[in-house]
């Protein structure tokens, strides 16, 4: 499952790490094997495949990838939004994002569409609670949004994909 090529970046990734702190790279490691399976997501099997490589326990990288939610053990769309519903997010309508979201592509927390190109999760925090209702997609943030600025936004992501 370790092609040649995810082989060369995995090896260009070990190289930023002292040879004796191989496990520190799990992480970028983790995220390159999940950028390139299908579903965009870690299988058991690709867990193991990781923490062989480093040398590292397999309940370790479980331990890492079950923590973080940028990881995934679930299937998730092309697109993964990520939307904020803690109490600063809630107060300023993240319920509206996620209703507009439900709206737009038939989908809940933890659900992928048909076609693979959307999911969606609700998350604890995204670190900008003066910047409410917000989603993460991939590295971008999106902030203050509206229904119909996150209905704008699943259009122009369609198209893309």
């Given at each position: ?94 319920s509206s994002?996620v209703s507009?979201?439900?709206?737009k592509l ?56």
């Amino acid at each position: 499952m370790i092609t040649a090529e995810l082989k060369k970046k995995f090896d260009v990734l070990l190289g930023y790490y002292p040879a004796d702190q191989r496990q520190a790279a799990v992480i970028p490691l983790l995220h390159l094997m999940q950028d390139t399976a299908s579903g965009n997501y870690l299988t058991a099997e690709s867990q193991q495949l990781v923490a062989d490589y480093i040398g590292m326990p397999v309940s370790k990288v479980h331990e890492v990838v079950s923590f973080y939610t940028m990881l995934s053990e679930k299937p998730r769309g092309k697109n993964h939004m990520l939307v904020c519903h803690t109490l600063p997010c809630d107060l300023t309508g993240c319920s509206s994002v996620v209703s507009a979201i439900a709206d737009k592509l038939h989908i809940h927390d933890g659900e992928v569409t048909k076609d693979g190109k959307f999911s969606m999760e609700e998350a604890e925090c995204l670190a900008r609670c003066g910047e409410g209702p917000v989603m993460q997609i991939g590295e971008t943030v999106y902030t203050h949004l509206t229904a119909e600025k996150t209905a704008a936004l699943i259009d122009e992501l369609a198209r893309k994909s």
